[in-house]
C-alpha cells in the first residue's frame, strides 16, 4: 500500500466546497502527484452550517473516517494529516481535530499542518456601534446552535461553559489535539474584513491596523506573495486623528464611503439607470431586509428540528455525550471557580503575560468580554503558532478574497491568490 498525506478543506457560514476550489487548485499544482489528497468537505454545505460547530465537526469527522476507508481499499493507507478551515470552517476544523483525538485517530496518523483562513477563534467580537449591537443580538438568535456559539452565549459545557472557551482550554482534548499539529498558521485579514474582524482571526485584544490611515502605521508588503504582510511598524505614540471635515462639504464628500458604490457589481449601472434604482432604493431597502429576516428565521427553525432529531438519534447522541463525559470528568474545581460569567466585567490580569498588553482603547476598538480574552490568552499559548497578515485596502469586504472564494462571478476576489499561494507553498508534506 502506499502512503497518504490527507488534506481535508473547510468551507464556512452558508458556504459549500466549491468556495474552496482555488485552495484545491492551488495546492494541487504547488504539490503533483499521488502523496497528497484532498478532500473538500461536503456535509455542512450550506444550511447545515447552522447547525452548529459541534454537530458540524461531528458530521465531518464522520467524512474524514469513511474518506480513509475508501482510500484504504484503494490501496492507499493515510499516514500524515492536515486540516485548513475558512472562516466557520476554521472552528470546525478545531472541533474535528478533537474528536479524531478521542477516537484514536492520530495512534496511527500523524497530524502535520493546522491552518486557519479568517477564522472567529475567540467568537464575533462587539464594536461600540448600534449596528454592531443589534448584529451580535439578532446573530445569536437568527444563526441557530452556531449563532449561540459565535457569540458565545450558549452553554455548552455541564459548567455552562461556552463551547468557544472549552476548546480553548489546555486541559481539554480539544486544545491538546491542535496542539499536537507540527505546524499551526492563521491568517487574518488586517484591514476591511466586515464579517470577520483582525483581532478575532489573529487572536489578537488590539486592532493595530484600525487607524492605520491615521496613525502612521508603516506595513511593507511581501514581493512574493502579493496582498500577504512581510513586516509592519507601529509608532510608539499615535499622532492625534486630523480633524473631521464638515458635513456636505467637498472633503467630506471625497472621504466619506458614500462616494464609493455601495451595491455588489452585478446591481452597478450606467446612468441613467443607476439614478432610477437608488430612487427606488427606500422601498426595496425595507423590503430586502424584511426578506432576509425571514429567511434566517425559517433557516434557524430547520436547524433547530435537526438538532432535535441529532440529539434524539441513541447512536448520534452517544458520541457527543462521550467527548462531553470525557472533557467534564477532568475538570478540576479549582479552575471552574474562576470562571466569570459576567461579559460586563473588567478583564482579569493575565499573570503569565499571554494577552497583548492594550492601549487606551479608540471607538474602533472591538469590546472584548473576559472570556474572549481569556480564550485569546489560551490560545495564544499555542506552540509554535504562527501568524500571517493579508492586506487588501480599498476593498469593501475582503472575507471572501483571503481565499479566492468565488473567482468565477467576482474579479475582485482574484487578488487572494498571493495569499493562497502562501499556504500552499508552506504546507508540510
Known amino acids: 500500500m502506499s502512503e497518504t498525506h490527507l488534506l481535508v478543506l473547510l468551507h464556512g457560514m452558508w458556504g459549500n466546497p466549491d468556495h474552496l476550489a482555488e485552495l484545491h487548485r492551488v495546492v494541487a499544482e504547488t504539490i503533483p502527484g499521488p502523496s497528497l489528497h484532498v478532500l473538500r468537505a461536503e456535509t455542512n454545505r450550506e444550511d447545515g452550517t447552522y447547525d452548529g460547530i459541534d454537530w458540524g465537526g461531528e458530521r465531518v469527522a464522520e467524512e474524514i473516517v469513511g474518506e480513509v476507508d475508501k482510500l484504504k481499499k484503494e490501496g492507499r493507507t493515510v499516514t500524515r494529516f492536515s486540516i485548513t478551515g475558512y472562516s466557520l ?61 459565535f457569540y458565545c452565549v450558549d452553554k455548552w459545557s455541564a459548567k455552562g461553559r461556552p463551547l468557544l472557551e472549552v476548546m480553548a482550554d489546555p486541559d481539554r482534548i480539544f486544545y491538546q489535539a491542535l496542539a499536537a499539529f507540527e505546524t499551526i498558521r492563521i491568517y487574518a485579514n488586517s484591514l476591511n474584513d466586515t464579517t470577520v474582524p483582525y483581532v478575532t482571526a489573529a487572536i489578537e485584544v488590539e486592532d493595530i491596523f484600525a487607524q492605520q490611515a491615521t496613525n502612521g502605521l508603516e506595513v511593507e508588503i511581501d514581493e512574493q506573495y502579493p496582498h500577504l504582510i512581510k513586516s509592519y511598524t507601529l509608532p510608539p505614540v499615535p499622532p492625534p486623528p486630523p480633524p473631521k471635515p464638515t458635513l456636505l462639504s467637498p472633503s467630506w464628500f471625497r472621504q466619506t464611503k458614500l462616494t464609493r458604490p455601495f451595491l455588489p457589481p452585478f446591481l452597478q449601472f450606467r446612468f441613467p439607470m443607476n439614478i432610477v434604482l437608488y430612487s427606488v432604493l427606500p422601498l426595496l431597502i425595507p423590503v430586502l431586509i424584511s426578506m432576509v429576516l425571514v429567511r434566517l428565521s425559517l433557516k434557524t427553525r430547520s436547524s433547530r428540528a435537526r438538532i432535535k432529531l441529532l440529539e434524539s438519534d441513541r447512536s448520534s447522541r452517544e458520541k457527543l455525550v462521550h467527548v462531553l463525559a470525557q472533557l467534564e470528568h477532568q475538570v478540576e474545581g479549582a479552575v471552574v471557580e474562576l470562571i466569570d460569567d459576567n461579559a460586563g466585567a473588567e478583564p482579569t490580569e493575565d499573570p503569565e503575560g499571554a494577552l497583548p498588553k492594550a492601549r487606551r482603547a479608540p471607538p474602533e476598538q472591538p469590546i472584548l468580554t473576559p472570556t474572549q480574552r481569556r480564550i485569546a490568552a489560551a490560545l495564544n499559548r499555542l506552540p509554535g503558532l504562527k501568524k500571517e497578515r493579508a492586506h487588501f485596502p480599498n476593498v469593501r469586504n475582503s472575507h471572501a478574497i483571503i481565499v479566492c472564494r468565488d473567482v468565477r462571478n467576482f474579479e475582485l476576489h482574484r487578488r487572494g491568490e498571493g495569499v493562497v499561494r502562501h499556504w500552499a507553498d508552506s504546507f508540510v508534506i
Open 89 to 149: 470552517g476554521g472552528l470546525v476544523a478545531r472541533y474535528v481535530v478533537g474528536v479524531l483525538r478521542q477516537r484514536g485517530f492520530f495512534e496511527n496518523v500523524a497530524p502535520v499542518n493546522f491552518n486557519t483562513l479568517a477564522t472567529p477563534h475567540i467568537g464575533l467580537p462587539r464594536y461600540r456601534s448600534f449596528f454592531s449591537s443589534l448584529t451580535s443580538f439578532l446573530g445569536a438568535k437568527l444563526l441557530s446552535r452556531t449563532g449561540e456559539q
